[in-house]
């Protein structure tokens, strides 16, 4: 099983609304990304978790803020957001890397967010 | 860097003609080199994938060779199908040492329609 899910698939939300995405895998894997991508575009990397520790942040406003609470589960809260935020949400995970191994990225479905 | 560069698209064919999606990089190190497919309103899906120089990925009748001399991996399938319309990216996955992760660098992607 390769799945990774997505929820909620779609999310319209206000300026000054707080809602939370999640996403969980079942996969075993240790690391865990958050992306988002823009119509037309290609996935752009916001926050990267690595045995439940967050790695990466790519300087992402605080208006975003990523929580792993297990090695399945991993959510992304909102709060505050601007129009400029509406776009599909994706997260992935990976197995760590391992010599002489590859650690392939699966992705969701996608969290569609909509911001008013 | 790391970068990636895609053929630009959009690639309009008609259905059982062969298709090719030019995909160069350049890197530090021995990336693994990945295409995903997206279809509308959905998320990335792993269409194949190679670790290695001469490495051949192949998956529902398309292939790419990791060609390390022209740093390329260019997409072929023989004959397209309707079905095969969608967004394809390019991409290459480098570890990152201090925490086993990796990180991918996506090309631009490519969009393909298939005319009956």
């Known amino acids: 099983d390769t799945e990774v899910t997505q929820t909620p698939k779609h999310l319209v939300m206000g300026m000054t609304n707080k809602k939370s995405l999640k996403c969980e895998q079942h996969?075993?894997?240790?690391?865990m990304y958050w992306y988002k991508q823009k119509a037309k575009k290609p996935p752009e990397l916001m926050f990267v978790?690595?045995?439940?520790?967050?790695?990466i942040n790519e300087s992402v406003p605080s208006r975003f803020s990523p929580e792993c609470p297990n090695s399945s589960l991993l959510n992304l809260h909102l709060h505050a957001l601007q129009p400029e935020d509406s776009a599909l949400y994706l997260c992935?995970?990976?197995?760590?890397?391992?010599?002489?191994?590859?650690?392939?990225?699966?992705f969701g479905p996608g969290t569609r967010l909509t911001v008013l | 860097g790391n970068s990636v560069t895609q053929m630009e698209g959009p690639v309009t064919l008609s259905e059982e003609a062969f298709l090719t999606i030019n995909c160069t990089y350049t890197?530090?190190?021995?990336?693994?080199l990945f295409w995903y497919v997206q279809y509308p309103g959905e998320g990335l899906q792993l269409l194949l994938k190679?670790?290695?120089?001469?490495d051949k990925g192949s998956n529902k009748g398309f292939e790419a060779t990791y060609r390390k001399e022209t740093t390329s991996f260019h997409l072929e399938k023989g004959s397209v199908q309707v079905s095969d319309s969608a967004v394809y990216f390019c991409a290459l996955r480098v570890v990152l040492v201090d925490t086993n992760a990796g990180k991918s660098t996506f090309g631009d992607g490519t969009t393909l329609t298939v005319k009956p």
């Open positions: 978790y690595s045995y439940e520790k967050l790695s």
């Open positions: 992935a995970s990976s197995p760590l890397f391992r010599f002489g191994g590859t650690d392939t990225q699966y």
């Open positions: 996969m075993g894997h240790r690391a």
């Open positions: 890197a530090t190190g021995y990336p693994s």
């Open positions: 190679a670790t290695k120089a001469d």
